[in-house]
């Protein structure tokens, strides 16, 4: 397991986060989607925030990335879904007849976190802390 550092401190923090078209509108093919994500890989940087993976439905799409500690998420989440929207349908107009009120996404989202170990593991460890064995 390869962990990220920086001056002060060592970390690893995977998120998987799902984005669901309003009313699950079936917008999405690849061209639709790669566009998704360039606009992702964009906007990423600027809240040390980087992909590792990105996949589509036709109404949703999951992405998996990492961030660093000092990562305000919900605050890049809202700045993707507002660009991403924007541009998406400026570019692919021909989607507009399939949204609701020209509504992209949903006003919600899912993210959820992820890691090597599982959170028994993980529980299991934190209480045999101070235990000698």
Known sequence: MKLDN?????????YHLVLVVKYRRQ?????ISNRAK?????????YNITLQEWNHDKDHVHILFKAHPKSEISKFINAYKSASSRLIKKDFP???????????????????????????????YIESQGEKH
Request: glycine share 2%; charged share 20%.
């Open 6 to 14: 920086n001056a002060h401190s060592v970390f690893l923090l995977c």
């Open 94 to 124: 021909q989607i507009r007849q399939k949204l609701w009120k020209e509504q992209f996404w949903s006003q919600s989202f899912c993210l959820l976190t992820t890691g090597d170990a599982p959170v028994e593991v993980i529980k299991t």
């Open 38 to 46: 360039e606009i992702f890989e964009y906007i990423a940087p600027n």
């Open 27 to 31: 917008v999405f093919d690849d061209s």
